[in-house]
């Protein structure tokens, strides 16, 4: 492994720890004073430059209102491992999105809304429609296989 190339783990730490400072709209400078470092220090942390610490990781998950798990956090229902860690090869299309402003911005305005029925019947107005999108998709390929000559 070359000195200059992060590691896998604190890329993936890093991108956790960016993704939830930008949900919550702090800057670097603003997460730099509270943990006590300087701002080009959480840019080498976001980028998995520099490794975090356990103490230093504690307490930006207290500064950003969440757990040190919530950063090595993957599937919520399959057990920490390795796999899929290493973000060079393969990014994960929902951390992406995440990252994006869209993304920023919808986490935002969701975070916003209290009532959980109200959420609940987001999400599936969101899921109907994408399904939606899918079936005429298929329809859409399904007619021009119909149309094409055999």
Same mark, same amino acid.
């Given at each position: 492994?070359?000195?200059?190339?992060?590691?896998?783990?604190?890329?993936?730490?890093?991108?956790?720890?960016?993704?939830?400072?930008?949900?919550?709209?702090?800057?670097?400078?603003?997460?730099?004073?509270?943990?006590?470092? %300087?701002?080009?220090?959480?840019?080498?942390?976001?980028?998995?430059?520099?490794?975090?610490?356990?103490?230093?990781?504690?307490?930006?998950?207290?500064?950003?209102? %969440?757990?040190?798990?919530?950063?090595?956090?993957?599937?919520?229902?399959?057990?920490?491992?390795?796999?899929?860690?290493?973000?060079?090869? %393969?990014?994960?299309?929902? =951390?992406?999105?995440?990252?994006?402003?869209?993304?920023?911005?919808?986490?935002? =305005?969701?975070?916003?809304? %209290?009532?959980?029925?109200?959420?609940?019947?987001?999400?599936?107005?969101?899921? =109907?429609?994408?399904?939606?999108?899918?079936?005429?998709?298929?329809? =859409?390929?399904?007619?021009?296989?119909?149309?094409?000559?055999?």
């Amino acid at each position: 492994m070359n000195a200059k190339t992060p590691n896998a783990i604190d890329s993936y730490v890093g991108s956790q720890v960016r993704m939830r400072r930008q949900l919550l709209g702090l800057s670097q400078e603003r997460l730099a004073d509270q943990i006590g470092v %300087t701002f080009q220090q959480v840019q080498k942390y976001e980028k998995g430059m520099n490794r975090i610490g356990a103490s230093r990781l504690q307490r930006i998950a207290e500064v950003l209102n %969440t757990s040190p798990s919530f950063f090595f956090q993957q599937d919520p229902n399959e057990p920490l491992s390795l796999a899929g860690l290493d973000l060079t090869v %393969t990014a994960d299309p929902v =951390a992406e999105f995440l990252q994006s402003k869209e993304g920023l911005a919808l986490n935002k =305005a969701f975070m916003k809304i %209290t009532d959980m029925h109200l959420r609940e019947k987001i999400v599936a107005l969101v899921k =109907a429609m994408a399904q939606t999108q899918v079936d005429r998709s298929v329809r =859409a390929d399904q007619q021009k296989h119909d149309i094409s000559p055999n």
